[in-house]
């Protein structure tokens, strides 16, 4: 429904709302909407698998009808061209009760949405979390919510943020949580939300949270969150993802209460998030390169489970072995140290199998250190 605007004050008038708004209204950033059929049955159209071939045509031709139009989640707008009158409902609208501008972001949900988002699986406990104590400490207050979300209400540990050096167990200790509590996990990394079109990564944020939903008590665990969310001051390396950005604040906000969902963001880099997303996380865990103590616990985890015998000692590897993380002493040492043995025919990792893998790590790294003799 297209609407006459004044030049400064605007008169907005919707029919999907019982009282018309005459007052100026912030415009809506994103608003995403999902096909919601005729007012009357039609024996002739079909359009139950109504799918969009091309989202940034879309968004020209929604705009076309729509702009001027209140955004109210749960209220109606409706085609007059293609389809007349056929019904889309408001399932997202960012801010809530907002106008339809040139600069919204408008997404259409296919019919369907869901099924690529799958819960994952995971036999891992807190025990297999060697070392962070810190970040399993506050976790208790994650799992007492999960178990009793309706006891919480408004006190819900709703967003969380891990941070710390890759490899440190982030992504263990989430799916630790999800398998010792028996929830649904849902991982995803947060480059694969950023699109081929406009609105791609928008309308896999509400699928991933609608689905969350249906299947509560669960846990989001969204990896590399500063893959779109950079400060403003880098947001022109990764180029325009303000409708992922909005999309995801607008979850993260509780719009649609989301109870029994915990949303776990995590990155290597803090600091380099905007704050505008960093100040939505009510608590933040810290996750540290493992000690002397923590490495040997590491090392004897792997080393019991290697396909041939090790000469070195997990002492005198550990050693070796600070700075490193605990997917960096598994990876870059011991794999490595066994393909280079086997490679050798030898029937038992050396130390000069392990100062090969310790030098090809600290090339890459361009940090030479002293290798074990």
Request: with cysteine; glycine share 6%.
């Amino acid at each position: 429904m297209r609407l006459n605007k004044l030049p400064k004050e605007q008169v907005f008038h919707s029919p999907n709302i019982s009282v018309a708004s005459v007052k100026i209204k912030k415009e809506a950033k994103a608003v995403v909407v999902e096909g919601a059929g005729f007012p009357f049955k039609l024996p002739v159209m079909d359009v139950s698998n109504l799918e969009v071939e091309n989202k940034e045509l879309f968004e020209i031709y929604a705009k076309e009808q729509w702009i001027g139009s209140l955004a109210v989640e749960g209220s109606y707008l409706f085609d007059q061209r293609i389809l007349p009158d056929f019904a889309f409902k408001i399932i997202t609208a960012y801010p809530n009760n907002s106008i339809i501008g040139e600069n919204t972001s408008i997404v259409l949900l296919n019919s369907d949405k869901n099924k690529d988002i799958l819960s994952v699986k995971s036999d891992l406990s807190l025990d297999d979390v060697i070392g962070q104590q810190k970040a399993k400490t506050k976790c208790k207050v994650i799992m007492k919510y999960l178990k009793n979300p309706e006891k919480f209400a408004d006190w819900a540990p709703r967003n969380i943020l891990f941070y710390g050096v890759s490899g440190t167990g982030k992504t263990m200790l989430a799916k630790a949580l999800s398998n010792e509590l028996d929830v649904s996990l849902y991982l995803i990394k947060a480059t694969n939300l950023i699109g081929d079109h406009v609105g791609d990564g928008a309308s896999s944020i509400h699928d991933l949270f609608e689905k969350a939903g249906k299947n509560s008590p669960s846990v989001i665990f969204i990896d590399e969150i500063d893959a779109i969310g950079l400060h403003r001051k880098y947001q022109s390396i990764r180029g325009d993802v303000s409708e992922i950005v909005n999309a995801l604040l607008t979850e993260m906000d509780g719009i649609n209460n989301n109870e029994g969902i915990i949303t776990i963001a995590a990155t290597n880099n803090p600091e380099q998030l905007d704050y505008g997303i960093r100040s939505r996380f009510e608590d933040e865990f810290e996750f540290t390169l493992p000690d002397e103590k923590e490495r040997i616990a590491i090392l004897n985890k792997y080393m019991d489970s290697l396909p041939i015998a090790i000469k070195p000692t997990s002492k005198q590897l550990a050693d070796l072995t600070k700075g490193f993380s605990g997917r960096d002493i598994k990876e870059k040492m011991l794999k490595s140290s066994l393909h280079k043995a086997i490679s050798e025919e030898s029937d038992e990792i050396t130390i000069e199998h392990v100062n090969y893998a310790l030098g090809n790590y600290h090339k890459e790294n361009s940090s030479p250190k002293n290798m074990f003799v």
